[in-house]
């Protein structure tokens, strides 16, 4: 099964795409496009452009594992994703995918890519987890 991975952001969002049956995991690109239906958009065209079948959206939950505001954003934009594709949504706990994105890319300076890393990270994890 195909997958797209979204690291949800106010003014960027990071996508990545994945295999269950390879488990290969990939940086797609970053999306500088603030929340909203254009965002919604982009991301539904990555879904129908990688052939995807499903979709991992991240969940930032706090260190407690409640959910917050931001948690809330999330599962909105899921239910949008789902409704506009018709491809299930799965949430993936997003705690420090941009801190792990970040020690992955050191040494690269202020690189837009960090968001898409961050999605290759959630995807993994969401990989590991299945």
């Known amino acids: 099964m195909r997958l797209l991975a979204v690291d949800l952001g106010d003014k960027r969002t990071g996508l990545a795409s994945g295999d269950t049956e390879t488990g290969t995991v990939f940086p797609i690109e970053t999306l500088h496009v603030p929340r909203g239906d254009a965002l919604l958009q982009a991301v539904c065209n990555a879904?129908?452009?990688h052939a995807a079948d499903a979709i991992v959206i991240g969940l930032p939950l706090n260190m407690d594992d409640t959910e917050g505001p931001r948690a809330a954003i999330s599962r909105s934009f899921g239910?949008?994703?789902s409704s506009v594709t018709g491809l299930p949504v799965h949430f993936q706990d997003e705690r420090l995918t941009s801190f792990e994105a970040d020690m992955r890319l050191r040494g690269q300076k202020?690189?837009?890519d960090n968001d898409a890393?961050?999605?290759v990270v959630l995807l993994e994890e969401f990989l590991t987890r299945q």
């Open 47 to 49: 879904a129908t452009d």
């Open 79 to 81: 239910e949008s994703v």
């Open 110 to 112: 202020n690189t837009p």
């Open 117 to 119: 890393v961050a999605a």
